[in-house]
């Protein structure tokens, strides 16, 4: 089974910064691309940024393009997501996943909340 713990989460002004963790086993971080999703309240889930293992390649959302970088750490199977220049529209419970994402893999995510 898929296990993935996100961390990092919490309250921060615009404009701010902050670095999400996505912990995984070695297995899956060396097996499967990894996805941050994020789900505001009264919104669905979406995509927010994904990272390939082989490559490291990245892909983003447009809304986060130019401020959210995603990065992994091979020594420490740990997939980041540093996000700046936050806004309120940030504001959402922030899930890792394997991209594409499994269904039995969602967690309890880490909350994000920008203030204005």
């Known amino acids: 089974q898929v296990q993935l713990v996100e961390s990092g989460g919490g309250l921060v002004q615009a404009g701010g910064s902050l670095r999400l963790s996505c912990a995984a086993s070695?297995?899956?971080?060396?097996?499967?691309?990894i996805g941050w999703f994020r789900q505001a309240p009264g919104k669905e889930r979406e995509f927010v940024a994904r990272?390939?293992?082989?490559?490291?390649?990245?892909v983003y959302a447009d809304s986060v393009k130019g401020r959210f970088t995603i990065s992994r750490d091979n020594a420490k199977n740990t997939v980041y997501l540093q996000m700046s220049d936050l806004k309120p529209e940030d504001t959402a419970r922030y899930y890792c996943?394997?991209?594409?994402?499994?269904?039995?893999?969602w967690g309890q995510g880490t909350l994000v909340t920008v203030s204005s």
């Open positions: 996943n394997v991209y594409p994402p499994a269904r039995d893999a």
């Open positions: 990272i390939v293992y082989t490559s490291s390649s990245t």
């Open positions: 070695r297995r899956t971080f060396n097996n499967y691309a």
